[in-house]
């Protein structure tokens, strides 16, 4: 079964960067597309970008200066970077497979709040 | 970028009754849509893609309709456990998704 588990700070001081990684097991993320997704206090949900089978990468351009989706095949994990963050940036970040533009499976979301 | 307008924001309903929730995008997605559950406390999990095909597990109670701009996901004899937000997602031009509806029980 594929399952995927975010870890990472939940506490990031304003205009330092968020650094999140997403452990992959039961299925390799050199296959199909991998992406980060946010959900702001008050229920809104953004799409943040996503890494491919191949490596490529795309990115909301609301977020495209700040962002970064990289990846470690040997250890089957993929990592989000978000740079110069403001409170702006509190919420609880998940990763997710995309098949091939929706989300199938999900991880269980890790709160980020932003503060100093 | 597709703007994606979720109604209601808001749902009371009784056990057993159909509720059917509403998403307008801002322009044509081709049926490329998605509806998810979350339950509180838990990450969403996807019911519909491709604007009407269930996903694997999902109870056919749940069903979605729609093309061009204006989808629906139906919910037939709702039950306790149907209480959660509710969100659709376009897949058409990058990835949006709506507002979300809070469904609970009367």
């Known amino acids: 079964e594929v399952q995927l588990q975010e870890s990472g700070p939940g506490l990031v001081k304003p205009s330092q960067s968020l650094s999140l990684t997403c452990s992959v097991t039961g299925y390799s993320i050199t296959s199909n597309y991998w992406g980060w997704i946010r959900k702001f206090p008050g229920n809104k949900m953004e799409w943040m970008g996503y890494i491919s089978y191949s490596g490529s990468t795309s990115y909301n351009p609301s977020l495209k200066s700040r962002i970064s989706i990289t990846r470690d095949t040997s250890k089957n994990q993929f990592f989000l970077q978000l740079n110069s963050v403001t409170t702006e940036d509190t919420a609880t970040y998940y990763c997710?497979?995309?098949?091939?533009?929706?989300?199938?499976?999900w991880g269980q979301g890790v709160m980020v709040t932003v503060s100093s | 970028d597709i703007q994606m307008t979720q109604s209601p924001a808001s749902l009371s309903a009784s056990l057993g009754e159909t509720v059917t929730i509403e998403c307008r995008a801002s322009?044509?997605?081709?049926?490329?849509l998605a509806w998810y559950q979350q339950k509180p406390g838990n990450s969403p999990q996807l019911l519909i893609y491709d604007a009407n095909s269930l996903a694997d597990g999902v109870p056919s109670r749940f069903s979605g309709s729609g093309s061009g701009t204006q989808y629906s996901l139906k919910i037939n004899s709702l039950q306790s456990e149907d209480v959660a937000s509710y969100f659709c997602?376009?897949?058409?031009?990058?990835?949006?998704f709506g507002s979300g509806t809070k469904l609970e029980i009367k």
């Open positions: 997710a497979r995309i098949i091939p533009g929706f989300f199938d499976y």
């Open positions: 322009e044509d997605i081709y049926s490329n």
């Open positions: 997602q376009q897949y058409n031009n990058y990835l949006t």
